[in-house]
């Protein structure tokens, strides 16, 4: 073997590792281009997010705030009473005759009886117990 054939030798093993070097490169190189050619597209974007989920829990919370709003205004209306004060005082007129009746008839004559009306007393009526005042009144002034 000589040194030309050596040379070539290694010239030949060296063009082939740059060969299959240049190959590589290339066809990564064409990869990457092919690549970048592509359009990219986004996936399409599932169903169940079109799934109006937070509006459902909404008026399905608003449907029962409804429906616990109607049940208390239904249980306080029929706990609520009308005023009937005419048949009350009525009733208690009639207990009153009742029971006064049952009871002796002499408090029934004595209660129809008109109050006598009390006099009023002398010292009041008399013109110097209010020229006194009126001294008194005038003394602290």
Do not use: W
Request: a positive charge; proline letters at 6%; one cysteine or more.
């Amino acid at each position: 073997m000589t040194l030309k054939e050596g040379q070539r030798r290694s010239q030949l093993f060296r063009s082939r590792v740059s060969q299959d070097l240049e190959k590589k490169l290339s066809e990564k190189s064409e990869a990457e281009e092919a690549e970048c050619q592509k359009q990219f597209r986004a996936a399409p974007v599932p169903a169940h997010v079109f799934l109006p989920l937070y509006q459902d829990i909404t008026e399905a919370g608003e449907r029962l705030r409804r429906t616990s709003l109607q049940q208390r205004k239904d249980f306080l209306l029929s706990m609520q009473k009308p005023f009937s004060f005419v048949e009350r005082v009525e009733k208690k007129k009639e207990e009153l005759k009742q029971q006064l009746k049952s009871s002796n008839p002499v408090l029934l004559e004595e209660k129809s009886k008109p109050a006598e009306k009390k006099k009023i007393p002398k010292a009041v009526q008399d013109p110097g117990v209010s020229e006194h005042l009126k001294g008194n009144e005038m003394l602290r002034t």
